[in-house]
């Protein structure tokens, strides 16, 4: 017994002793030099603040606050990654206000749209016609009559079908079948529609800008199934809480973290629409005009790569994807350019008068013209005018002698070119998409040029 005491005795010494030189510096026989570059100082200084670690194993303050900044740069990146799913939710439920409420029904702006409704980058010198196809139910057929152009995306805006022109029928008009994902059963032989005015009406089709858009964007998750995601957006959405099947309930810490990242993403997104750093995103390298779409379709430059700000740039401001709107056709379809600045780079306000010049000769087959934004709602700006813009077909729009035309922006117009003058509202920002119906190849090769928008001192 006695022999049996000193033993535990002689190991909890050892332990003790073992424990009591755990401080010192270790110089073990074998030892290489190791490269500083690889390890992680014991305190880094930081935008976070001060990183402490022992021995490259982070304390606990440190632990807490990179899992917080983790979480909000998600935040972040959920919110400019998923901006096509939650645009095309707030779409879905504004046709849905709209009117259009069920697989045969069809919303069409006989009068033109104008800027009651709040609509992305809308335009007041065509007609629109749109509904919302779910498929749930079984298979669709949808007739598209004659002399249309239109396209078909998925959920999350993603690029299904060109219908009408650009489409199988070529503009000659035809039946469409949309079948469900891995659909076996008989094809349907029947289908009818109803058509609902949208001309006129007051609907919402924009996504929020706070907390609200990670529910829109999991409304969306829960009805779709999963395969029709890329895993990598899943795997970030899952991050923040949102997954199919489970409820998005995020606790209280994660609610102000996610509201941050709504707030930074808003304002991300605004920076790169507004205040692009990139230049290949000037049409002209020595003015002010922007193009809304560019690297295709699918957002790849030429060597490859996802641009990711010209994927953002494109859903925050504008709507609908279709390889047409890239395609150069001489004398067909159409091209856009924006812009927010004047030709001395400040911003445009709307409590002041400018004045841009659209040069003689027109490369345009049909014609051109400019539409007035809200920067707020990327819709058409709420003014005294119905249709919030001017375009070439205008009746009573003055030519100067060299054949170019004049038009005024501002809060009221100059005296005798009322005709040549769109309304913009003091106090408020806005900007203007220019767009070419029937595009010239003096367009594209740019030895046409618009001018830029010069302020009326």
Same mark, same amino acid.
């Given at each position: 017994?006695?022999?049996?005491?000193?033993?535990?005795?002689?190991? /909890?010494?050892?332990?003790?002793?073992?424990?009591?030189?755990?401080?010192?510096?270790?110089?073990?026989?074998?030892?290489?030099?190791?490269?500083?570059?690889?390890?992680?100082?014991?305190?880094?200084?930081?935008?976070?603040?001060?990183?402490?670690?022992?021995?490259?194993?982070?304390?606990?303050?440190?632990?807490?606050?990179?899992?917080?900044?983790?979480?909000?740069?998600?935040?972040?990146?959920?919110?400019?990654?998923?901006?096509? #799913?939650?645009?095309?939710?707030?779409?879905?439920?504004?046709?849905?206000?709209?009117? +259009?409420?069920?697989?045969? @029904?069809?919303? #069409?702006?006989?009068?033109?749209?104008?800027?009651?409704?709040?609509?992305?980058?809308?335009?007041?010198?065509?007609?629109?016609?749109?509904?919302?196809?779910?498929?749930?139910?079984?298979?669709?057929?949808?007739?598209?009559?004659?002399?249309?152009?239109?396209?078909?995306?998925?959920?999350?805006?993603?690029? +299904?079908?060109?219908?009408?022109?650009?489409?199988?029928?070529?503009?000659?008009?035809?039946?469409?079948?949309?079948?469900?994902?891995?659909?076996?059963?008989?094809?349907?032989?029947?289908?009818?529609?109803?058509?609902?005015?949208?001309?006129?009406?007051?609907?919402?089709?924009?996504?929020?800008?706070?907390?609200?858009?990670?529910? %829109?964007?999991?409304?969306?998750?829960?009805?779709?199934?999963?395969?029709?995601?890329?895993?990598?957006?899943?795997?970030?959405?899952?991050?923040?809480? #949102?997954?199919?099947?489970?409820?998005?309930?995020?606790?209280?810490?994660?609610?102000?973290?996610?509201?941050?990242?709504?707030?930074?993403?808003?304002?991300?997104?605004?920076?790169?629409?507004?205040?692009?750093?990139?230049?290949?995103?000037?049409?002209?390298?020595?003015?002010?005009?922007?193009?809304?779409?560019?690297?295709?379709?699918?957002? +790849?430059?030429?060597?490859?790569?996802?641009?990711?700000?010209?994927?953002?740039?494109?859903?925050?401001?504008?709507?609908?994807?279709?390889?047409?709107?890239?395609?150069?056709?001489?004398?067909?379809?159409?091209?856009?350019?924006?812009?927010?600045?004047?030709?001395?780079?400040?911003?445009?306000?709307?409590?002041?008068?400018?004045?841009?010049?659209?040069?003689?000769?027109?490369?345009?087959?049909?014609?051109?013209?400019?539409? +007035?934004?809200?920067?707020?709602?990327?819709? @058409?700006?709420?003014?005294?005018?119905?249709?919030?813009?001017?375009?070439?077909?205008?009746?009573?729009?003055?030519?100067?002698?060299?054949? /170019?035309?004049?038009?005024?922006?501002?809060?009221?117009?100059?005296?005798?070119?009322?005709?040549?003058?769109?309304?913009?509202?003091?106090?408020? /920002?806005?900007?203007?998409?220019?767009? @070419?119906?029937?595009?010239?190849?003096?367009?594209?090769?740019?030895?046409?040029?618009?001018?830029?928008?010069?302020?009326? %001192?």
């Amino acid at each position: 017994m006695k022999l049996s005491k000193l033993t535990s005795l002689a190991v /909890s010494t050892i332990l003790l002793l073992t424990f009591s030189t755990a401080g010192e510096t270790a110089n073990p026989k074998y030892k290489t030099d190791i490269p500083a570059n690889i390890t992680t100082p014991d305190s880094v200084e930081t935008r976070l603040g001060t990183l402490n670690f022992f021995d490259g194993m982070p304390d606990e303050k440190t632990v807490q606050l990179v899992y917080d900044n983790l979480d909000f740069q998600r935040g972040v990146n959920a919110f400019l990654n998923a901006i096509p #799913i939650a645009s095309i939710y707030a779409m879905r439920e504004g046709i849905r206000k709209g009117g +259009v409420t069920s697989n045969n @029904m069809v919303g #069409i702006t006989e009068n033109l749209l104008d800027s009651q409704s709040l609509f992305l980058t809308g335009n007041t010198t065509t007609y629109y016609v749109m509904n919302w196809l779910d498929l749930k139910d079984g298979p669709l057929v949808v007739e598209v009559p004659s002399n249309v152009l239109g396209f078909l995306d998925d959920f999350s805006f993603h690029y +299904v079908a060109d219908i009408g022109k650009a489409g199988p029928d070529k503009g000659k008009g035809g039946k469409y079948l949309f079948l469900p994902p891995g659909y076996k059963g008989e094809v349907p032989e029947g289908y009818f529609a109803q058509f609902v005015n949208w001309s006129g009406k007051s609907f919402n089709t924009i996504h929020a800008n706070d907390f609200n858009f990670f529910h %829109e964007v999991n409304a969306v998750i829960q009805e779709e199934p999963s395969s029709a995601f890329d895993p990598e957006i899943l795997g970030l959405l899952s991050a923040i809480g #949102i997954n199919k099947g489970k409820p998005f309930n995020p606790d209280a810490r994660m609610k102000k973290l996610l509201t941050d990242g709504a707030a930074v993403g808003n304002a991300t997104a605004r920076a790169i629409l507004f205040a692009t750093r990139d230049k290949d995103m000037y049409y002209y390298p020595d003015r002010q005009w922007k193009i809304p779409f560019s690297g295709g379709y699918q957002f +790849v430059r030429e060597n490859g790569e996802r641009w990711l700000d010209g994927r953002t740039l494109f859903h925050y401001y504008a709507t609908g994807i279709t390889p047409a709107m890239e395609v150069k056709v001489i004398g067909a379809g159409s091209q856009y350019v924006y812009t927010e600045r004047d030709s001395q780079k400040r911003y445009l306000d709307g409590g002041k008068t400018y004045k841009i010049t659209v040069p003689a000769n027109v490369p345009a087959k049909d014609f051109w013209s400019f539409m +007035v934004y809200d920067s707020q709602t990327r819709s @058409m700006l709420q003014t005294d005018s119905r249709f919030p813009g001017i375009d070439g077909l205008k009746e009573g729009l003055k030519k100067n002698d060299d054949g /170019s035309i004049t038009v005024f922006f501002g809060p009221k117009p100059p005296k005798g070119r009322e005709n040549n003058w769109a309304q913009t509202l003091p106090g408020k /920002s806005f900007n203007v998409m220019y767009r @070419m119906y029937g595009p010239l190849e003096p367009w594209f090769d740019k030895t046409w040029k618009l001018g830029d928008f010069e302020l009326i %001192e």
